[in-house]
């Protein structure tokens, strides 16, 4: 049964960075894209980023290219987030989730995901 | 991008009662590459159908997708209490994968 668990959310002040972390079990890890999403109260679900099967294509939301970056490790199926010059609008609640396929160009549907982590940027 | 547009935003049924949602795109999904949510507080969302009519595994048969083009309806055909929750609907025919704002379906 697939399981994906997100780890690194916090607090964090304005311009700060943060890495966020997705372990994941219950599926062969290195056949599958994965996508981080994230849901603000006032904006609701938003995709931010996606990274390929074996970590060839990345691709990214305008709201969050250059300052996010996607990266994963097959060895430890793990999937990670990147924060950098952290804004307001970042906060938000992130999720990790398991494309169906291997995450080609910007990948499909949202097959499973994880329970999320909070980010909350503020001074 | 796709912009999707949820409606109603509301509906307020009650159990045993039909439900349909509705999601409109800005553009055509071509191949129908569309996929309906369901979150309940405090949780993460729930894959329930994809392309458009393709249910998930496990989701019951109560639940079915239609539409093509622009318009997309998800069905609940007897709402039952775990049922009462909110659905957002998803395209992936374009790039970036969009959502739609939501439909909250509220126990009448």
């Known amino acids: 049964q697939v399981h994906l668990v997100e780890s690194g959310g916090g607090v964090v002040q304005p311009g700060r960075s943060l890495r966020l972390s997705c372990a994941a079990s219950?599926?062969?890890?290195?056949?599958?894209?994965m996508h981080w999403v994230r849901q603000t109260p006032g904006k609701g679900l938003e995709w931010v980023a996606i990274?390929?099967?074996?970590?060839?294509?990345?691709y990214y939301a305008a709201s969050v290219k250059g300052r996010f970056t996607i990266s994963r490790d097959n060895s430890k199926n793990t999937v990670d987030l990147q924060i950098d010059s952290l804004r307001a609008e970042d906060t938000a609640v992130y999720y990790c989730a398991k494309d169906p396929g291997s995450g080609g160009w910007y990948g499909k549907y949202f097959h499973h995901w994880g329970q999320g982590t909070l980010v909350t940027v503020s001074s | 991008e796709i912009v999707l547009t949820q409606s109603p935003g509301t509906l307020s049924l009650s159990p045993g009662e039909r439900a349909t949602l509705s999601c409109r795109a800005s553009?055509?999904?071509?191949?129908?590459?569309l996929a309906w949510y369901q979150q309940k507080p405090g949780q993460a969302p729930r894959l329930l159908i994809y392309?458009?009519?393709s249910r998930a595994t496990g989701i019951p048969d109560r639940f079915s997708g239609s539409g093509s083009g622009t318009v997309f309806t998800l069905a609940i055909s007897r709402l039952e209490p775990e049922d009462f929750a909110v659905y957002y609907c998803?395209?992936?025919?374009?790039?970036?994968?969009?959502f739609g704002g939501g439909t909250k379906v509220e126990i009448k």
């Open positions: 998803q395209q992936y025919a374009d790039s970036p994968p969009t």
């Open positions: 990274i390929s099967y074996d970590g060839s294509n990345k």
């Open positions: 219950g599926f062969t890890f290195t056949n599958y894209g």
């Open positions: 553009q055509s999904v071509s191949s129908s590459y």
């Open positions: 392309d458009a009519f």
